[in-house]
């Protein structure tokens, strides 16, 4: 027990942000299970707002890390497992929800989420070299930041809201091979192929 509290006394103010946003990022995925279960609308709402808190959470933790003068190697890994569960799996189990279920729409689901730790991943390893010497922040991205698909759950949101799901998806779908693909599944293989892209995006 003794050893649990020592880890905790080792985070700093910007940590405990970052864990809100991994909780975020899991409470969307059990308030998607909770929709499946009740078909409440309001599930699915709140599964989807969890993506802007957790974005919220993202932009909170960063600004005091630089406000508190408190980088770490554990902040920054702690940032990307928690992106990973609120920008990768959470936006991936909503589009499986509402109607991305055929088998080829699960791999561009799947893609997705590799491309975004894979990015992830990049950025932990090439932070130091994209950093500008005298205020320690990245001058740019790599890749497209994994929080963009925010816009993707935002556009799932508007399709349940305008009851374009499951059957009625737009794009309707496709008998590709074997397996099922619904186009609207492209945009996560758009997504993920556009974070892992060497395209320089600045940081603001």
Known sequence: MQKHFSMIRGFHLADFFTLANAA????????????????AAAHFYAA???APLAFFFDWLDGNVARWRHQHSTLGRELDSLADVISFGVA?????????LRGGWDMLCLTYFVVCGVSRLARFNVTA???SD???????????????????IVGFLA???RLERTDADMWFGALQVGPALLHP???VYAASGSAMISTIRIPKL
Not at 24 to 38: D, H
Not at 92 to 98: D, E, K, M, P, Q
Not at 133 to 151: C, D, L, Q, R
């Open 24 to 39: 975020c990022g899991v409470g969307a995925v059990f308030l998607t299970m909770r929709y499946l279960q009740s078909g």
């Open 133 to 151: 010497t005298a205020t320690g922040k990245v001058k740019y991205f790599e890749g497209t930041p994994i929080p963009t698909s925010i816009v």
């Open 158 to 160: 508007l399709a349940f």
């Open 184 to 186: 609207l599944a492209l």
């Open 91 to 99: 936006p991936a189990v909503l589009g499986f929800t509402l109607g």
């Open 128 to 130: 130091a070299s994209l």
């Open 48 to 50: 989807a707002a969890m």
